[in-house]
T-cell receptor
Framework: GQQVQQSPASLVLQEGENAELQCNFS?????MQWFYQRPGGSLVSLFY???GTKHSGRLTSTTVIKERRSSLHISSSQTTDSGTYLC???????????FGKGTSLTVIP | DAGVTQTPRHEVAEKGQTIILKCEPV?????LFWYRQTKIQGLELLSY????????DGGAFKDRFKAEMLNSSFSTLKIQPTEPKDSAVYLC??????????FGEGSKLTVL
């Protein structure tokens, strides 16, 4: 079965609204990484977050290993936040990466 | 430090042709991955090298896909012969055994 489930699959926000993206996993992990991808662009790493909470500007990532979940919070969304957000979990020893299907975010002005 | 470099950025091929995509990982990284990305399937692992040794060959992609890593700073992905269903973005990524993945800009392949 699928190791990583992302939700929602898509999301439309009005500029200024907040967003909460979820990543749930069914296997044990050593780390979690969040990526952002613009249409036609490559994957840009947002957070490498094995556990706990990390902040970067308007973005916050929280990983709770015991609950097998990670979240990405976007505050005060902007139109430039539009794109796809992917989470990937990794079993560091074997370097096995499992990717979610992504959340497609559209922020309208 | 330079990131992951992929060439070419765009490739158009006729069905049956052989194409070679290239990747230079981040200097010093010992893990290198090739992925294929499509809207329907998402990211699919094609190959994984650790210290130049092939660790995974992507199973279903064995027949016409061959990745090689001749030295620690250069890898190629050969698709032979190409088919229209191979049209996708091919991404190369590297890691320093820390679990943090760095991606290149990708090579967009169109097979006519």
């Amino acid at each position: 079965g699928q190791q990583v489930q992302q939700s929602p699959a898509s999301l439309v926000l009005q500029e200024g609204e907040n967003a909460e993206l979820q990543c749930n996993f069914s296997t044990s992990l050593n780390s979690m990484q969040w990526f952002y991808q613009r249409p036609g662009g490559s994957l840009v790493s947002l957070f490498y977050n094995p556990s706990g909470t990390k902040h970067s500007g308007r973005l916050t990532s929280t990983t709770v290993i015991k609950e097998r979940r990670s979240s990405l919070h976007i505050s005060s969304s902007q139109t430039t936040d539009s794109g796809t957000y992917l989470c990937a979990l990794v079993n560091t020893g074997y370097q096995n990466f499992y990717f979610g299907k992504g959340t497609s975010l559209t922020v309208i002005p | 430090d330079a990131g992951v470099t992929q060439t070419p950025r765009h490739e158009v091929a006729e069905k049956g042709q052989t194409i070679i995509l290239k990747c230079e990982p981040v200097s010093g990284h010992n893990d290198l991955f090739w992925y294929r990305q499509t809207k329907i399937q998402g990211l699919e692992l094609l190959s994984y090298f650790r210290s130049k040794s092939l660790m995974e060959d992507g199973g279903a992609f064995k027949d016409r896909f061959k990745a090689e890593m001749l030295n620690s700073s250069f890898s190629t992905l050969k698709i032979q012969p190409t088919e229209p269903k191979d049209s996708a973005v091919y991404l190369c990524a590297s890691s320093l055994n820390t679990g943090q993945l760095y991606f290149g800009e990708g090579s967009k392949l169109t097979v006519l």
